[in-house]
């Protein structure tokens, strides 16, 4: 299988450019294997009850877009990916990133951001990535915040009023250079509706990085590299999941540090590529968005749901729902074999 199989026609007006005042008035396109149905995320807990689980994904992200200056002053981006050395972010001095223009600067440059952050460019790993050490006095989550913008991608070009809207509401540790987006659109009342109806709700962290949401390019799957994510998974959480009758993913983020603990372990770093064919140890039900064509995500999605997907793309776009980061939302139950 390569690219082809997950093409499909995105007009741009099917993307959505900003979030919905009301995170839970999203639409839900449901299918459990009974046919479609057409609700709102604020109907989420009448799909829920006892023995059932929500996981979320309670990672946080980065302003990490640094629009940084030469001694020079020529201008240069540095986008922040995760640490290389330490898993306290605030203390992290050496940082993955993608540095634009990359091949015109050397190793060595330095660059700045006011006078309280210098970041000094390193290794270069190729593809535009590179190593950096950053210089902060006051400690790199205060300069980042202070200096960094929000990582949108590419696609919205419509400036984000609030960076808030662009965390879920349960995010915790600043670490992630994009967001579980499936978990925008959930609400502390949400949240509680399940909980009265029955369902348990546990947390989990995968550190998203770009490569998640990297096309597929290559003629055989098995050709594409995943590069690693960090991810941690609670014992609490690991304790439900057991319990569980049904175990539902908020988010395909959540979905990889779920299947990746019975191969790495409940913390560490992951590069499972989840494709057809793979046989899913945990997860039953996804919540997720709708995915860019032939990203990895969309291959996850058919080897959860077979190539029903395709008529559930079809049937979302001509009900006009919203695509991408700040659109709409399904709910589907794993194909059995």
Known sequence: ???DEFAYDLPEAAIG????????????????????????VADLATLVGPGDLLVVNDTRVLPARLRLRRDTGGAVEVLLLEPVDRADTDSAGRWLALVRPSRRV?????????DDLVVTVEDDLGDGRRVVRLDAPDGVLSAVSHHGEMPLPPYLTTPLDDPERYQTVYSDRPASAAAPTAGLHLTEEVLDDCRAAGARIERLELVVGLDTFRPVTVENLDDHEMHTEAYSVPPATLDACREADRVIAV??????????V??????????LFIRPGYEFGVVDVLMTNYHLPGSTLLVMLEAFVGPRWRDLYALALAEGYRFLSFGDAMFVSRAMP
């Open 1 to 3: 299988m390569g690219p």
């Open 17 to 40: 450019q900003v979030p919905l005042a009301d995170r839970a008035a999203a639409r839900l396109l449901v299918d459990m294997g009974d046919g479609p149905q057409h609700l709102t």
């Open 106 to 114: 050397p190793c060595g440059t330095s660059l700045s951001a006011g």
């Open 251 to 260: 988010g395909t983020t959540t979905v990889r540090a779920l299947e990746s």
């Open 262 to 271: 019975s191969a790495n372990g409940p913390t560490g770093r992951t590069d």
